[in-house]
Nanobody
Framework: QIQLVESGGGLVQAGGSLRLSCVAS????????IGWFRQTPGKEREFVAS????????NYVDAVKGRATISRDNARNTVYLQMNSLKLEDTAVYYC???????????????????WGQGTQVTVSS
């Protein structure tokens, strides 16, 4: 079992950058894949990016490809989501998540993730 805490959100102008962090508790963090999702009011929570437990494979939604980079630092129990060239439509609450089991590589469906953080708000202004 792990617990996830996101940080790094805030207000940023369009074209700017933010780095979101997801810090996990638990000694087995390095064995979990981690995903980032985002949600706006009235919409479904959508997949943004994920990284396998090995860190070798990453996956991104088309809307952020080329603008986002997901990475992990297992020594710090942290996964990062670097977001560049931010757009108004990136405004959302961003959540990190982990699957229930170790050593699995989930896809991009919310149902494949079991542990969730509380979210961090990202607001992009014009």
């Amino acid at each position: 079992q792990i617990q996830l805490v996101e940080s790094g959100g805030g207000l940023v102008q369009a074209g700017g950058s933010l780095r979101l962090s997801c810090v996990a508790s638990g000694r087995t963090f390095s064995n979990y894949a981690i995903g980032w999702f985002r949600q706006t009011p009235g919409k479904e929570r959508e997949f943004v990016a994920s990284i396998t437990w090995t860190g070798r494979i990453t996956n991104y939604v088309d809307a952020v490809k080329g603008r986002a980079t997901i990475s992990r630092d297992n020594a710090r129990n942290t996964v990062y989501l670097q977001m560049n060239s931010l757009k108004l439509e990136d405004t959302a609450v961003y959540y990190c998540a982990a699957p229930q089991d170790l050593f699995v590589s989930p896809g991009d469906r919310r149902e494949e993730f079991y542990y969730w953080g509380q979210g961090t708000q990202v607001t992009v202004s014009s």
